[in-house]
């Protein structure tokens, strides 16, 4: 998301102005749904799951993208 797309749904949501606060509020809310994703996929394996590498480079991934 950059900060047209920011701009764009802010007008949509008719809250025009502010665009460096709405643009890290977008940013907080980008992370922190971000990071609600990375914990779907790794949740609490068991000890013996064979995917735990997978999830791990999955959840990383997810987390990775806020560095884009």
Same mark, same amino acid.
């Given at each position: 998301?950059?900060? $047209?797309?920011?701009? %764009?749904?802010?007008?949509? /949501?008719? *809250? ?5 606060? *709405?643009?890290?509020? /977008? /940013? *907080?809310?980008a992370?922190?749904? !971000?990071?609600?994703?990375a ?8 000890? $013996? $799951?064979?995917?735990?590498? *997978? %999830?791990?480079?999955? /959840? $990383?991934a997810? !987390? ?5």
């Open positions: 998301m950059n900060r $047209d797309d920011i701009i %764009r749904m802010a007008r949509q /949501a008719n *809250l025009e102005g502010y665009p460096e606060e *709405l643009e890290r509020f /977008a /940013a *907080l809310v992370a922190a749904e !971000r990071e609600a994703c914990k779907v996929v790794w949740t609490t394996p068991e000890p $013996d $799951d064979e995917y735990i590498p *997978l %999830r791990r480079a999955i /959840a $990383d997810i !987390r990775a993208r806020g560095n884009e």
